[in-house]
């Protein structure tokens, strides 16, 4: 008895990552078939809230939230910072493994770094994703019919970051692009 338990557990348990690997699939698959496309958030922590967007065009975007904003093209990432008028120029290979640092590839990463559980949250369809060599723990929420997500939200020691997307939608916007000429009078740190 205690063995048909067991292979019954790790069938379930199998279906579940299955699920929850399919549902990151589903949401890389239909924002690819958006093209280029635009997202809006809110981030939330400890009570305070902010708003941002970001636009993805294959592995570029360009990004902005609270007076910071980040181009990212051809390898290059461009962050601009206008309360401390600075530009800081890295490589594009040492962006983070969160949407908001690396919008056009943050699900991806997430499979490569995580265990994946199906879950609900609201009655809707989510993700836990579950640190394989610690670190935080994320909740990824679909939308109500599954397609996109709706909601991440990081969980670390007690504290929690939530980003609420409030649309994601397809573009004719070009993605803008880092103008040196603009930035002319900022400080300039390459850490390239």
Not at 61 to 75: D, N, T
Not at 113 to 136: C, F, H, N, R
Request: glycine share 6%.
């Amino acid at each position: 008895m205690r063995r048909v338990a067991l292979t019954l557990f790790i069938i379930i348990a199998s279906w579940y990552a299955l699920s929850a690997q399919s549902l990151l699939d589903t949401f890389e698959k239909n924002l690819a078939q958006l093209g280029v496309y635009k997202a809006k958030f809110t981030v939330e922590l400890d009570g305070y809230k902010m708003a941002g967007s970001y636009i993805v065009d294959g592995d570029d975007f360009y990004a902005a939230m609270e007076g910071v904003e980040i181009f990212v093209s051809q390898g290059v990432k461009h962050e601009v910072n206008s309360s401390t008028r600075e530009v800081t120029i890295d490589s594009a290979a040492n962006l983070g493994s969160d949407i908001l640092s690396n919008p056009a590839k943050g699900f991806e990463v997430l499979k490569e770094q995580y265990s994946l559980t199906q879950t609900d949250v609201d009655g809707l369809s989510a993700i836990q994703l579950t640190p394989k060599s610690g670190g935080e723990r994320i909740i990824v929420v679909a939308d109500s019919i599954g397609a996109l997500p709706k909601k991440i939200v990081y969980s670390d020691s007690g504290a929690e970051l939530t980003i609420t997307f409030t649309a994601i939608h397809a573009t004719n916007a070009p993605l803008p692009r880092f103008n040196a000429a603009k930035y002319a009078e900022y400080e300039v740190i390459d850490m390239r």
